[in-house]
């Protein structure tokens, strides 16, 4: 069984940033590849960014290409995601997800088998 832990979360002015990590424990993390999905009030939940199981691979939504940067660190069962230039329309709650099987889509909510419990990221000047 998969724990993760998000952390790194907090208020934050526009063109801020911030790094959140996601951090496996009870089994190794370094099997899955890992996502960032964020969920605001009202809406549905979203595919941020992935990486895959080696970090050889990056994927993006168009809303964060540029801004965010996705990493991990196996030796440390943690991935991070690097957050610059935060605009108002990036608060959220912000996930971590585990995909053990490999999913055709990553974005795809359903395809991943653990989850964090969130970390609250505000945008707020």
């Known amino acids: 069984q998969l724990q993760l832990v998000e952390s790194g979360g907090g208020l934050v002015q526009p063109g801020g940033s911030l790094r959140l990590s996601c951090s496996g424990s009870?089994?190794?993390?370094?099997?899955?590849?890992v996502a960032w999905f964020r969920q605001a009030p009202g809406k549905e939940r979203e595919g941020v960014s992935c990486i895959s199981i080696d970090g050889g691979r990056q994927m993006y939504a168009d809303s964060v290409k540029g801004r965010f940067t996705i990493s991990r660190d196996n030796a440390k069962n943690t991935v991070y995601l690097q957050m610059n230039s935060l605009k108002p329309e990036d608060p959220a709650v912000y996930y971590c997800?585990?995909?053990?099987?490999?999913?055709?889509?990553?974005?795809?909510?359903?395809?991943?088998?653990?989850w964090g419990r969130g970390t609250q990221i505000t945008v707020s000047s």
């Open positions: 997800a585990a995909d053990l099987g490999g999913s055709a889509d990553w974005r795809i909510a359903a395809e991943y088998e653990y």
């Open positions: 009870g089994s190794t993390l370094k099997y899955s590849a």
